[in-house]
């Protein structure tokens, strides 16, 4: 027969007060079903007889329900006692061996298996295999079911296991011991034998098993940085009930910092001083960030001590008005401070804020990290030194000898290890490449570490050589990549998390170039494992898969090349469930097309290596801002994967529309936010190849500038944010066509994004902004492109209109200007071809919506440099002109005498009837600008 085992608590049954939920708080308890763990394991003897085994539950009846395997084992719902129990009868055996059933009870909230065996006629003991005890210690009860005499044997070198002395008998016999308490961090084990007095083959063993003494994080003591607290403060200006006393209450995150006066700009230099008694030195001070309007750009810093009483200006930083903190470590220790001095000179919106300023003096103690490092071979405490004793682990505060013994024994999950002992890389300073580069801030959130934590929670972080830079961790509470910012020092450090959030390492370097990683371990008992998606590293589906099967937090975290998602994990879980490759692939290609636009590509990695970060928000829509895009959670499905982005034009546009928002700087002025980058949307679907380009036809041109006279500011009917963003699009798009497609001039994008990051457009300036692009534009094509921009309508005179668009703005364009940028544009030899006429669509082309886009001019035609070869005529019919010999021609163009009235590129249009037909003449384009007049016919 099997040796089997039973082991059995005599315990007083608890009922567990469960948390109330808001149901529960409106009067509807939460469904409750539960059976105590100590009694899914039943033993009888071979006679007849019955049990019940209690329930607490608050279902009805018809909630929950019981069966068994085995006939000879009967069970039922019993429903007459004070508690619903499950009623078993086992009847008679008259086998020889023991017998097993399996009793399933089974609720809507949880299901549960108790084990049955009963004794037969032949000998047997029944004992359960293995016993778990608290580290306390205290009272054990095993309960011993068998027919045959035995003997009991207690394994070796376990005297913390007493027996307490009782009768011994043959059938059901309950034995006693006293278990001491584990002082230990290691869990130990008893073995009790039971051997048949008269036959020695019949026996069974329990493992008495014995927790590990509990530790947690209140076991690490550490002798922080010594706070500096002011004994006053003064500022220059402050909004009434926001003042400097607020940045020193100890509150951060309060949502009562201090604010320069509302609602107009502050009068810059804002002067913040705090004072201090004298009797301290310090090392250095923390600036946090509210997040928003006045974050701290550039400044300088005055420090005045007791041996030097008067304002000495130690340094001039920036800030760069980001949502984050900063920390500033003077060169050597200011020794007695008196009085600090902050002179801000540019914030956020033009005000000036401060949610908290803390100053410290640097705790030299390091008595704890030489304690570790008699156990562990460096300070991250990864890995122990050979030959370490157990004496010297349990001599450890109890937090670490316990991540000790894990890691002795070889029991640290490898899961919880992965995620828990990274190496992380440096990552370029996302401020300073913005400016460089002319971009939104890309996120600054690079290096996740799959690991959350609570509000409360007390965590360790293990820091090793930082090689001399600033490491941060930072709480991402949700979508809002600004969560609170923790500095963290070599060696050990103790965080109090103030909000719940998925942890981040911020390693921000001026370069990083042969910059060398840091190790950071966050170990056991801190934070909670949710694990992220790491494309350099994990490479396949399957392991994406597994990550995201074991992930519990609300967001799941995917690192591509150039693009990181964090997006719901429910999300992920619905849409992406098995395949990440086919969405981080595509979106980090949308990214590097375009980045090879904008001519960007070259210094990444080397230079840059930050990527978008991309949220999925619960509202909204779509969007872009410094550090984030974000696409509502429930759009997801439909522009991750590939095949689904390709299933729809517009699938593939909006996340392109929102990318190009980041990187269009450059190129933007007051006026075209909302189509200079569509020019990165539409060279997205040209990559994608299977859809044509987006935006109005040309003939909406014809209207604008012949009909409504309209010029470039106001061209169109304003759609979006106060602009035609579908016929504005198409400007840049004919500029992409011609030079690149065409190959007039292939890096024409590239150098013209260089001109404009050397000379740059000023926002608050749109008029001289159009006018700078239009030079620049003839610079990177060494071509004088003046008939291109006055199509386009850039050399209209615009009189200080007031314009809205993300903001307020004055449009103005004067003879002057236009005279000034026609001239600069006419060093440049004169354009080769008329490209202001190209079309890159033919009607039928996928994608295509619902109007025709002409029937000459298209892309080939300037590629091929198409000339008019046959006899081109026209008809009249009212207002209505039609072209016979023309499909040689790029346009065709009304004129009357050397004013042009009208162009289309349709073969039969209609000229608005605001345009007389009377004494005109019509001209078929050729692709190089020559014009052939058409005969009347």
Same mark, same amino acid.
């Given at each position: 027969m099997k040796n089997v085992c039973f082991v059995f608590f005599v315990a007083v049954m608890s009922i567990c007060t469960m948390a109330c939920s808001d149901n529960e708080q409106e009067g509807v308890a939460e469904p409750s079903f539960e059976i105590s763990e100590e009694l899914l394991q039943q033993d009888f003897t071979k006679e007849q007889s019955s049990i019940l085994v209690p329930v607490s539950t608050n279902l009805e009846s018809a909630g929950w329900s019981v069966s068994s395997t085995q006939s000879w084992c009967l069970v039922a719902k019993d429903l007459t006692g004070s508690k619903p129990a499950v009623k078993i009868v086992i009847q008679a055996s008259e086998e020889p061996e023991v017998r097993s059933a399996a009793i399933e009870v089974k609720s809507s909230v949880k299901n549960y298996t108790i084990q049955v065996r009963q004794l037969g006629y032949g000998p047997a003991i029944l004992v359960r295999s293995e016993a778990s005890v608290e580290s306390a210690g205290g009272p054990l009860q095993i309960t011993v079911t068998s027919n045959v005499e035995y003997t009991i044997t207690q394994s070796a070198s376990t005297e913390w296991l007493t027996t307490i002395p009782r009768t011994r008998a043959l059938v059901d016999k309950d034995y006693a011991y006293e278990v001491a308490a584990n002082t230990t961090y290691e869990a130990r084990t008893a073995v009790l034998t039971y051997t048949a007095v008269k036959e020695s083959k019949v026996m069974a063993t329990c493992a008495v098993i014995q927790k590990a003494k509990k530790s947690d994080t209140s076991d690490v003591v550490l002798e922080g940085d010594v706070k500096i607290q002011p004994t006053s403060g003064k500022d220059s200006e402050h909004q009434p009930g926001q003042g400097i006393e607020n940045t020193f209450d100890g509150k951060i995150?309060?949502?009562?910092?201090?604010?320069?006066?509302?609602?107009?700009?502050?009068?810059?230099?804002?002067?913040?001083?705090?004072?201090?008694?004298?009797?301290?030195?310090?090392?250095? *001070?923390?600036?946090? #960030?509210?997040?928003?309007?006045?974050?701290?750009?550039?400044?300088?810093?005055?420090?005045?001590?007791?041996?030097?009483?008067?304002?000495?200006?130690?340094?001039? *930083?920036?800030?760069?008005?980001?949502?984050?903190?900063?920390?500033?470590?003077?060169?050597?220790?200011?020794?007695?401070?008196?009085?600090?001095?902050?002179?801000?000179?540019?914030?956020?919106?033009?005000?000036?804020?401060?949610? !908290?300023?803390?100053? *410290?003096?640097?705790?030299?103690?390091?008595?704890?990290?030489?304690?570790l490092l008699t156990v562990f071979t460096d300070i991250t405490c990864c890995e122990l030194k050979q030959g370490v004793t157990s004496e010297q682990i349990n001599a450890l505060p109890?937090?670490?000898?316990?991540?000790?013994?894990?890691?002795?024994?070889? #029991?640290?999950?490898?899961? !919880?290890?992965? *995620?828990?002992? &990274?190496?992380?890389?440096?990552?370029?300073?996302?401020?300073?490449?913005?400016?460089?580069?002319?971009?939104?801030?890309?996120?600054?959130?690079?290096?996740?570490?799959?690991?959350?934590?609570?509000?409360?929670?007390?965590?360790?972080?293990?820091?090793?050589? #930082?090689?001399? &830079?600033?490491?941060?961790? &930072?709480?991402?509470?949700?979508?809002?990549?600004?969560?609170?910012?923790?500095?963290?020092?070599?060696?050990?450090?103790?965080?109090?998390?103030?909000?719940?959030?998925?942890?981040?390492?911020?390693?921000? #370097?001026?370069?990083?170039?042969?910059?060398?990683?840091?190790?950071v371990h966050i170990p056991l008992n801190s934070g909670k494992v949710n694990g992220f998606f790491d494309l350099k590293e994990d490479k396949t589906d399957e392991i994406y898969a597994d990550l995201l099967s074991k992930a519990t937090y609300k967001y799941f975290c995917v690192r591509g090349e150039k693009i990181m998602f964090y997006f719901h994990l429910t999300k992920m879980r619905e849409y992406l469930p098995r395949n990440i490759l086919s969405a981080i692939h595509l979106w980090d290609n949308i990214i590097g097309w375009q980045q090879e636009l904008m001519g960007i590509d070259n210094v990444r990695p080397s230079q840059v290596n930050n990527h978008i970060f991309a949220v999925s928000p619960e509202d909204g829509y779509m969007w872009a801002s410094d550090y984030r895009i974000g696409f509502v959670y429930t759009y997801l499905n439909n522009i991750l994967l590939y095949e689904n982005v390709m299933a729809a034009k517009d699938n593939a546009w909006g996340p392109s529309h929102e990318i190009g928002h980041i990187h269009q700087k450059a190129i933007n002025w007051p006026s075209s936010t909302e189509s200079s980058n569509n020019l990165f949307s539409n060279y997205v679907l040209y990559k994608l190849g299977k859809y044509c380009s987006r935006g109005t036809e040309l003939s909406a041109l014809a209207t604008a500038r012949f009909i409504e006279k309209q010029a470039w500011f106001d061209m169109g009917s304003s759609t979006h944010q106060n602009e035609d963003t579908e016929l504005h699009m198409r400007m840049n798009w004919q500029l992409w066509n011609y030079y690149h497609r065409c190959g007039y001039k292939p890096d024409f994008w590239q150098k013209l994004f260089k001109l404009l990051r050397e000379t740059r457009i000023t926002e608050s300036d749109p008029g001289a902004g159009q006018l700078l692009f239009a030079k620049m534009a003839s610079k990177a094509a060494n071509e004088n492109l003046t008939d291109f921009f006055e199509l386009w309508g850039f050399f209209i005179p615009v009189n200080n209109v007031t314009i809205e668009q993300y903001g307020t703005w004055k449009y103005n364009v004067t003879q002057t200007m236009i005279n000034e940028a026609k001239s600069y544009m006419a060093q440049f030899p004169k354009a080769k071809h008329a490209f202001y006429y190209l079309e890159d669509r033919k009607n039928g082309d996928v994608g295509i919506e619902n109007y025709k886009v002409g029937d000459v001019g298209h892309y080939t035609q300037f590629k091929n440099n198409q000339t008019i070869t046959k006899t081109v005529g026209y008809t009249r019919s009212g207002q209505r002109i039609t072209i016979s010999g023309g499909d040689e021609a790029v346009a065709f163009e009304i004129k009357r005498g050397a004013e042009l009235l009208f162009f289309s590129n349709f073969l039969s249009f209609e000229v608005p009837s605001q345009i007389s037909l009377d004494v005109i003449q019509v001209y078929a384009v050729q692709a190089d600008g020559k014009r052939v007049q058409a005969i009347l016919k």
């Open positions: 995150g309060s949502g009562s910092p201090y604010h320069s006066i509302w609602n107009q700009p502050a009068t810059f230099p804002v002067t913040l001083e705090y004072f201090f008694d004298g009797t301290s030195d310090m090392d250095y *001070f923390i600036y946090h #960030t509210r997040s928003g309007n006045g974050n701290f750009g550039e400044l300088d810093v005055y420090t005045a001590t007791e041996e030097n009483p008067e304002y000495a200006l130690y340094g001039s *930083f920036d800030f760069k008005k980001q949502n984050a903190s900063s920390k500033v470590v003077f060169a050597s220790t200011l020794k007695k401070v008196t009085k600090i001095k902050f002179a801000v000179k540019s914030g956020a919106g033009d005000f000036v804020s401060c949610d !908290e300023m803390e100053f *410290f003096r640097k705790n030299t103690s390091k008595e704890l990290d030489a304690q109890g937090y670490f000898a316990h991540l000790a013994v894990q890691l002795k024994n070889g #029991t640290y999950d490898a899961w !919880e290890k992965k *995620f828990r002992m &990274q190496d992380y890389q440096a990552y370029s300073d996302v401020e300073v490449w913005a400016e460089k580069l002319m971009t939104k801030r890309y996120g600054n959130l690079d290096n996740p570490t799959g690991i959350y934590a609570e509000a409360g929670d007390s965590i360790i972080v293990l820091v090793g050589d #930082t090689h001399g &830079q600033t490491v941060s961790l &930072q709480a991402i509470p949700a979508v809002d990549p600004s969560g609170d910012m923790y500095f963290l020092n070599e060696g050990v450090n103790k965080v109090g998390i103030r909000q719940t959030g998925m942890l981040f390492v911020m390693y921000t #370097t001026p370069t990083v170039e042969n910059m060398k990683p840091i190790r």
